[in-house]
């Protein structure tokens, strides 16, 4: 049979791994991203449940291993830096993972293993996007950025949460399907702090009040991840978060100026950061995945948010799933026909499989989910929280496993031997 010709934008852990899946099983495909190059940034992100076991089943454990973090536990410490609460990593094998994973790595080294797996299979083009394309005669006509035109059998939006492809395919017009969640942001940057004698590789959890907290994360002797977190209302906070660093490190440097614990230090590395992200938590939903030649996979799709601690697996499942299902019904010509025929069934089982998933894994995440009614605003909440973590650490109830990472879904991974 002729191989399918596919077109994925975005270049990142979803559209790589869904790549390596349709160059496998011997299509044709060509991956674009925005970006001048492959975009190796961002912080720390981990693997989990079914994300694990598609790791294994593409034969990558041992690469991604080789580059993981080391990280130890997930402690909690209150304004004077005393440890109210640890939960170290789960090394059995069995069971939920806890807030630290066996799995941990960096989004960049991750990025590059993806990259190198596929690059000799897999056509790359950096710094152009999908400016327009239009569906007929069984295929679909794209236009790039840089005024080229192609046509291909379908193409997939794997270009995260403000999905280009997502827009385009709604339509012009149309109300997007990102729905962000009430004064809910984040912002992550790295910066210099050497590791200190007896330190360990932990991730370090500060509740402030007035609904503010503090995470750093230790991955490299020589630096720090930050996490700041705040559930703000403000119109100001809001009207930062469109215009732009500057003025959004300014909102922040204001709003965490009182919080305690390390926060005078924090903010003057902020300030002279040069890979700050601020992000408003939100989730993505749509109705299908789908329409005519063109699907959805990862964040484009079903971002659940950070919150869920599940947005890198739900990416890389579904891009198992969708290739699983292509490869099941477009793998062989049947009667004559061509292979795309069987899109139509794939993408629609691809979405049937993995609803149910991203449905259990989203469920009660949203403006009023347990990790926002955990963020207090007076000093004995966060006395009161502190103490409950403690007590849950005492009897290693997993507390963030359980009850606030959604990992504990009852799913069953689909096998597909057209794959292997």
């Not at 160059?23 to 495909?29: D, E």
Request: charged letters at 25%; hydrophobic letters at 40%.
């Amino acid at each position: 049979m002729a191989p399918i010709k596919v077109l994925i934008s975005g270049a990142g852990i979803t559209g790589n791994a869904l790549a390596y899946w349709l160059s496998k099983i011997g299509h044709n495909v060509t991956v674009i991203e925005r970006f001048p190059g492959l975009r190796a940034t961002g912080l720390q992100l981990d693997l989990r449940g079914p994300g694990i076991k598609v790791l294994k089943r593409m034969g990558l454990e041992e690469a991604f291993r080789a580059k993981s973090v080391p990280e130890q536990g997930f402690a909690v410490v209150d304004s004077a830096n005393r440890r109210r609460a640890y939960f170290g990593v789960n090394n059995s094998g069995r069971g939920l993972q806890n807030f630290t994973t066996e799995y941990e790595i960096m989004r960049g080294d991750f990025c590059r293993l993806m990259h190198d797996a596929i690059k000799d299979k897999v056509a790359f083009r950096f710094g152009v996007s999908i400016a327009s394309f239009k569906q007929n005669g069984g295929g679909v006509d794209v236009e790039f950025t840089d005024g080229k035109t192609e046509r291909f059998d379908f193409i997939v939006g794997a270009d995260g949460v403000g999905s280009n492809t997502r827009k385009l395919m709604l339509g012009h017009g149309a109300q997007d399907a990102l729905c962000p969640m009430k004064g809910s942001y984040t912002t992550y940057f790295m910066i210099p702090r050497p590791i200190q004698k007896g330190e360990e590789y932990c991730a370090t959890f500060y509740l402030a009040t007035k609904r503010r907290a503090i995470m750093t994360r230790r991955h490299s002797p020589d630096e720090i991840q930050v996490y700041l977190t705040c559930n703000d209302f403000s119109e100001r906070m809001k009207k930062a978060h469109k215009d732009g660093v500057p003025e959004q490190k300014k909102v922040l440097a204001e709003t965490f100026h009182d919080a305690g614990w390390q926060s005078k230090d924090i903010l003057r590395g902020m300030l002279e950061s040069d890979n700050f992200y601020c992000e408003r938590l939100a989730l993505v939903k749509l109705d299908a995945w789908y329409d005519g030649k063109v699907v959805l996979v990862g964040d484009a799709a079903y971002c659940p948010s950070a919150l869920t601690g599940m947005g890198t697996t739900c990416g890389f499942v579904g891009a198992y799933v969708l290739a699983g299902e292509i490869a099941r019904h477009c793998g062989k010509a049947k009667d004559g026909k061509v292979p795309t025929d069987g899109l139509a069934t794939a993408f629609k089982t691809y979405d049937d499989k993995m609803r149910p998933f991203i449905t259990q894994v989203t469920d009660g995440v949203g403006d009023d989910s347990i990790f926002w009614k955990m963020m207090p605003e007076s000093a004995v909440a966060v006395a009161l929280v502190n103490l409950l973590m403690g007590i849950a650490a005492f009897f290693r109830l997993n507390v963030l496993g359980k009850w606030i990472l959604r990992e504990n879904v009852k799913w069953t991974l689909p096998e597909y031997e057209e794959l292997m």
